[in-house]
């Protein structure tokens, strides 16, 4: 059984900066990418940013203000959200899947809880 613990998240003014982190074991961890995904409300689930090994891909609209990053040494990505706009608003949730990133929500079994952003002035 996968599990992803979220943190982060909240209420920011535009043009703010926030934070999510995603812990998991050290076995998921090593052997599956994890991804960042944001569903908004009456929309669909949307892909915001993968990351695997070295490689990350990013939504065309965050890139510039998101950043993936892994931390090997406590299991944990983290999303750092720079600039954020009205528009990033969402509930983000984190998952995860054996392998490269996808896309696709679709190819992902393993999610975290989710947390709310949301930016406002």
């Known amino acids: 059984q996968v599990q992803l613990v979220e943190s982060g998240g909240g209420l920011v003014q535009p043009g703010g900066s926030l934070n999510l982190s995603c812990t998991t074991s050290?076995?998921?961890?090593?052997?599956?990418?994890m991804g960042w995904f944001r569903q908004a409300p009456g929309k669909d689930r949307e892909f915001v940013v993968g990351?695997?090994?070295?490689?990350?891909k990013y939504r065309d609209s965050v890139k510039g203000r998101f950043t993936i990053s892994r931390d090997s040494t406590k299991n944990t990505v983290t999303l750092q959200m720079n600039n954020l706009k009205r528009e990033d608003t969402a509930v983000y949730y984190c998952?995860?899947?054996?392998?490269?990133?996808?896309?696709?929500?679709?190819?992902?079994?393993?999610w975290g809880q989710g947390t709310q952003v949301t930016v406002s002035s």
């Open positions: 050290e076995r998921t961890f090593k052997t599956h990418s």
């Open positions: 990351i695997w090994s070295g490689s990350t």
């Open positions: 998952a995860a899947r054996p392998g490269i990133y996808s896309a696709s929500w679709k190819l992902y079994r393993s």
